[in-house]
């Protein structure tokens, strides 16, 4: 199903099928941003540590990023899957995913909606032609129950531990990387990590744990910063802003306030989702950060919650501040770098009017007086490159 987030892509090579995936997943999870926006915003002013404090609001956080997001992106997955029916199915099977762990379950949401929804499709078509007028109501509202049901009872008895485990063997990773001293590929494991809503879970399950016996010996401790660093999301929001597609630009600023102020990380995490290929920026963004901090000593004294600049200033020693913001700094303009590399600088944004694609385009308009299957100019551009993904203006 083609939305402003899943342009056409046409072709069967690698390339084209990995263009083909982070569409899915965009068409899932860009919809749903003004519910991540609405929950930072939440999240960044009323939890103990936010700019508010307010115990009645915060409770709001939990059941908004542990329910209502993960529902919503499968709810989301379903309807592009099977319209409206499927969105039903794909919401219920989630609520299994969501109940089964103890985790943000938006993996578990893409994975569940859809497929809930695209074996409730294929029972579809085999009882559309085997039941008898009159009773398609009964058979509509007891099938998709049905599936929905099994849906939800496999996601969790299967999903949800599944996805645990995946945390436990994060855990263990960025523990064995830490205890060898090799805290800059410890980015392999915590930027993937923090994409798939583990980032909790690694800093505060492992890292802040062994930051504390640090601060106790040394006075401060780098561990603090290795998943907190605002940098590599800040410069993959900046590049996104910059040379991103151009349905996606206008969300950009309110994300990067509410990531670089307000600390919520996680508002940046379906912007690599829709494009997998961007995790290698803020990979190479996080071990830059980190490398700043080995050169420069850099460390905190505590734990920056919620992991803001602001809150990463209050919590730098005194005579640490130019190793700290130099790490941020340095983070920040080598995700950049590398966002705006893998995004194309543009080109590939579906907007470049005067790049040789969206000349091709009018050229080919212009010569057939329309698109072929009324295609707009955009589609147009896309379906002549096929090898650089793009997104339709909306």
């Known amino acids: 199903m083609a939305t402003p987030y899943t342009p056409t892509v046409h072709g069967t090579g ?82 299994g995913v969501v109940v089964g762990a103890d985790v943000p379950m938006f993996l578990g949401g893409m994975i569940m909606g859809p497929l809930a929804a695209y074996v409730l499709k294929h029972v579809d078509r085999f009882t559309e032609e085997r039941t008898r007028a009159g009773f398609e109501m009964l058979v509509d509202n007891f099938t998709a129950g049905i599936v929905g049901a099994l849906a939800a009872i496999a996601g969790v008895l299967a999903i949800g531990p599944v996805v645990e485990r995946c945390t436990q063997v994060a855990e263990s990773g960025v523990e064995w990387l830490v205890n060898h001293h090799l805290l800059p590929i410890a980015s392999v494991i915590i930027e993937p990590g923090k994409v798939l809503f583990l980032n909790n879970a690694i800093n505060h399950g492992v890292l802040g744990p062994l930051g504390v016996a640090e601060t106790v010996q040394h006075g401060k401790s780098i561990l603090f910063m290795l998943e907190s660093n605002p940098g590599p999301g800040l410069g993959l929001l900046i590049a996104y802003l910059l040379f991103g597609p151009r349905a996606l630009r206008p969300s950009t600023p309110a994300a990067i306030v509410i990531h670089f102020l307000g600390g919520i990380h996680e508002i940046y995490f379906p912007y690599v989702l829709m494009k997998p290929r961007l995790i290698l920026a803020v990979i190479a963004g996080g071990a830059s950060g980190i490398l700043t901090f080995l050169v420069t ?10 992991g803001s600049i602001f809150a990463y200033m209050a919590v730098t020693p005194k005579g640490g501040w130019f190793g700290v913001i130099a790490g941020i700094v340095v983070a920040t303009a080598v995700s950049f770098a590398v966002a705006s590399a893998l995004l194309g600088f543009g080109r590939g944004a579906g907007d470049d009017s005067g790049e040789p694609d969206a000349e091709a385009a009018e050229s080919a308009e212009a010569a057939d007086g329309t698109a072929a299957d009324g295609a707009t100019p955009e589609t147009t551009a896309v379906e002549i490159n096929t090898t650089v993904p793009a997104a339709k203006e909306a």
């Open 14 to 95: 690698v390339r084209a099928t990995i263009q083909r995936f982070g569409g899915h997943l965009a068409g899932m999870i860009m919809p749903n941003i003004g519910a991540f926006i609405a929950w930072g915003l939440i999240t960044a002013l009323f939890i103990p540590t936010g700019w508010v404090p307010n115990t009645t609001l915060a409770a709001l956080v939990d059941p908004v990023i542990k329910v209502l997001l993960p529902v919503l992106i499968g709810y989301t997955g379903g309807r592009m899957v099977h319209g409206q029916r499927g969105a039903v199915v794909g919401a219920v099977a989630t609520m």
């Open 297 to 306: 000593g850099a460390g905190l004294v505590a734990t920056p919650s919620p």
